[in-house]
T-cell receptor
């Protein structure tokens, strides 16, 4: 079945710098790749997603890139701010599995003031 | 609009006691429903998912069970809690939207087994 690996498990960056979190997936049939943000003690919430027919998507300071050949996708956060501190999860899904989301293990992003 | 209700928000239970966590969804029909557990500082572990009434798939063997008595109701249960059952439990729903699915999470239940 599908397997999603996420790196790094913890990322510490200076406020204002950029942060990049990477995920790889195993099933080439996967076609939907969302990113969720979970603040401490709260529920995960979707922040951005990308489908397999698109290579890059941006929404203000966050962007996601997808390389289907290499089977990896990345989350990019520019001009990081303290409120970006959270755990970020990537996921992958495909039609054949009833679109069930397969999750990465999460990355704890720490923004240093 | 769709909403998801999960309760209680926090729960402290003694070892060996039963458990019942309830989750209901409003504003959508025939959603996929999920129960996840999250240990402190860890990732999302899928426990159960359901694609319809009475249809439950278990991902991890354990002393927990799930039921879906109604289309928009999902219940997580245990007859006897273990210390290792402590964690943050999240209910979620999803539905196909334009050929892909977005998951919406409930507020979560922080369970402490003592």
């Amino acid at each position: 079945g599908e397997n999603v690996e996420q790196h790094p498990s913890t990322l510490s960056v200076q406020e204002g710098d950029s942060a990049v979190i990477k995920c790889t997936y195993s099933d080439s049939a996967s076609n939907y790749f969302p990113w969720y943000k979970q603040e401490l003690g709260k529920r995960p919430q979707l922040i951005i997603d990308i489908r397999s027919n698109v290579g890059e998507k941006k929404d203000q300071r966050i962007a996601v890139t997808l390389n289907k050949t290499a089977k990896h996708f990345s989350l990019h956060i520019t001009e990081t701010q303290p409120e970006d501190s959270a755990v970020y999860f990537c996921a992958a899904s495909k039609k054949d599995s009833n679109y069930q989301l397969i999750w990465g293990a999460g990355t704890k992003l720490i923004i240093k003031p | 609009s769709q909403t998801i209700h999960q309760w209680p928000a926090t729960l402290v239970q003694p070892v060996g006691s039963p458990l019942s966590l309830e989750c209901t969804v409003e504003g959508t029909s025939n959603p996929n429903l999920y129960w996840y557990r999250q240990a402190a500082g860890r990732g999302l572990q899928l426990l159960f998912y359901s694609v319809g009434i009475g249809q439950i798939s278990s991902e991890v063997p354990q002393n927990l069970s799930a039921s879906r008595p109604q289309d928009r109701q999902f219940i997580l249960s245990s007859k006897k809690l273990l210390l290792s059952d402590s964690g943050f439990y999240l209910c979620a729903w999803s539905t196909l939207l334009k050929g892909y699915t977005e998951a919406f999470f409930g507020q979560g239940t922080r369970l402490t087994v003592v």
